[in-house]
């Protein structure tokens, strides 16, 4: 999911549980089974998280007679390698016309920070 070379590898259970992780952070599988919509038993949720582990796609770890579940990489990392695969595809690795077709909704808010931030890395993607 955060790399050309998994994204179109997910079906659409694993792709919510990957995003449910990566929202969340470590987490338990019954934790899993409850965040999910219209979650399956949890005996398909151990099964999904079964694989998503031996393909190297959650880490599992037990502490507290508890299996858990994460990342092999910081969610930092994976949005940022997500979102670059993403504008890859749909923006011929454009950046701004990523930015543009995001920021050109109407309903999209920046806070001052936000805006400020932004003018900033703009000006420094225009200076290198």
């Known amino acids: 999911m955060w790399d050309d070379k998994h994204s179109n590898e997910f079906s659409r259970r694993e792709r919510q549980v990957i995003e449910i992780v990566m929202k ?3 987490l338990s599988a019954r934790e899993i089974e409850e965040k999910l919509p219209d979650a399956p038993t949890y005996s398909a949720v ?6 998503l582990v031996e393909r190297g796609l959650l880490v599992k770890t037990q502490a507290d007679g508890r299996d858990w579940f994460s ?14 695969s ?11 016309e990523a930015a543009l077709a995001l920021l ?6 920046l806070s001052k920070e936000e805006a400020k931030k932004l003018i ?9």
């Open 120 to 128: 900033q890395l703009i000006e420094e993607a225009r200076e290198s």
């Open 46 to 51: 151990r099964s999904i998280l079964r694989l």
């Open 104 to 109: 050109g909704q109407k309903n999209v808010k």
């Open 24 to 26: 969340h952070g470590r």
């Open 86 to 96: 993403f504008v890859s595809r749909f923006f011929e690795n454009s950046a701004g």
């Open 71 to 84: 990342l092999p990489v910081s969610p930092k990392k994976a949005r940022v390698s997500a979102l670059q």
